[in-house]
Nanobody
Framework: QVQLVESGGGLVQAGGSLRLSCAAS????????MGWFRQAPGKEREFVAT????????YYADSVKGRFTISRDNAKNTVYLQMSSLKPEDTAVYYC???????????????WGQGTQVTVSS
């Protein structure tokens, strides 16, 4: 059974940093593109960042570009999201997802984690 487990969320002040991790039980983790999405209360789940299978191609939402960095370690079956210069509007539940291609569209991802809460106080 495929499992994606996010960790690293928490409460941080505006301007601070957090690093999220997502550990995947995928047998062929290196065959999957990985993405991060987030969902704030009352809003739809939105794209944050994606990384290709080898880790040499990344794509970000405009709202996080220059502040967030996605990376992966295929030896550890883990994808990361380093978040810096956090803003209150970054408050959301953050989800990792696995799919066959890098994409900003939710329906391109077959597997999802349960999410980790990130709260940024002003």
């Amino acid at each position: 059974q495929v499992q994606l487990v996010e960790s690293g969320g928490g409460l941080v002040q505006a301007g601070g940093s957090l690093r999220l991790s997502c550990a995947a039980s995928l047998r062929t983790f290196s065959s999957y593109a990985m993405g991060w999405f987030r969902q704030a209360p009352g809003k739809e789940r939105e794209f944050v960042a994606t990384i290709n299978q080898s880790g040499d191609s990344t794509y970000y939402a405009d709202s996080v570009k220059g502040r967030f960095t996605i990376s992966r370690d295929n030896a550890k079956n883990t994808v990361y999201l380093q978040m810096s210069s956090l803003k209150p509007e970054d408050t959301a539940v953050y989800y990792c997802a696995a799919g066959l291609i890098t994409s900003r569209w939710r329906d391109q991802y077959a597997y999802w984690g349960q999410g980790t809460q990130v709260t940024v106080s002003s």
